[in-house]
Antibody
Framework: QVQLVESGGGLVEPGGSLRLSCVAS????????MGWIRQGPGKILEWISF????????NYAESLQGRFATSRDNAKNSLFLQMSRLRAEDTAVYYC???????????????????WGQGTTVTVSS | SYELTQPSSVSVSPGQTATITCSGD??????TSWYQQKPGQSPVLVVY???KRPSGLPERFSGSKSGNTATLTIRGTQAMDEADYFC?????????FGGGTILTVI
């Protein structure tokens, strides 16, 4: 069964840091681009980042201003999101998702997020 | 940066056809994907590359595009289709999402 399971969310004070994890199962994790997407209280989906299978290609939403970093450990089928200098507006449900692209031309920038995790909630508040 | 515009809500009677649009200049050049999100659940891909349907998805879901507007069509809408629907495309190397449409089946 193809599955993504996030963890690591919680309550953190403004200015603090948090590391989210996502464990994949049921597919060849080391073949796929992976991404992070968040959904704030207003239900808007906001793309955060993607990372290539070998971690050589990464990209981030400009709005994050360099505060977030994505990494992966293929040996552990795991994806990570390190978040720092957190703000109240970072409060959201954070999803990891698989990009449906599995060849040398990836990403095509026409790819869809075909598998999503259940999400982990991050609350930034004092 | 580009934006994707969706109607905030659409209502449909059971058994009728629901259409949800997504408009944006980028759609004239890029494929559109659509996601369904039911309350308390994570998004699920329902259409990719404008018109393709993931395996296992009911045939009543279909996608189309004309110019800068993509459309998600649900034929024979059922109560279980009541959900939020989001469109998505890529603006160069960044994924962008529409604001979402609440589909109400009444």
């Amino acid at each position: 069964q193809v599955q993504l399971v996030e963890s690591g969310g919680g309550l953190v004070e403004p200015g603090g840091s948090l590391r989210l994890s996502c464990v994949a199962s049921g597919f060849a994790f080391n073949d796929f681009y992976m991404g992070w997407i968040r959904q704030g209280p207003g239900k808007i989906l906001e793309w955060i980042s993607f990372i290539s299978p070998g971690s050589t290609n990464k990209n981030y939403a400009e709005s994050l201003q360099g505060r977030f970093a994505t990494s992966r450990d293929n040996a552990k089928n795991s994806l990570f999101l390190q978040m720092s200098r957190l703000r109240a507006e970072d409060t959201a449900v954070y999803y990891c998702a698989r990009l449906d692209c599995i060849n040398d031309s990836c990403p095509t920038y026409d790819d869809a997020f075909d598998i999503w995790g259940q999400g982990t909630t991050v609350t930034v508040s004092s | 940066s580009y934006e994707l515009t969706q109607p905030s809500s659409v209502s449909v009677s059971p058994g009728q056809t629901a259409t949800i649009t997504c408009s944006g200049d980028i759609l004239g050049k890029k494929f559109t994907s659509w996601y369904q999100q039911k309350p308390g659940q994570s998004p699920v891909l329902v259409v990719y590359q404008d018109t393709k349907r993931p395996s296992g998805l009911p045939e009543r879901f279909s996608g189309s595009k004309s110019g800068n507007t993509a459309t998600l069509t649900i034929r024979g809408t059922q109560a279980m289709d009541e959900a939020d629907y989001f469109c998505q495309a890529w603006d160069r190397s960044a994924a962008i999402f529409g604001g979402g449409t609440i589909l109400t089946v009444i």
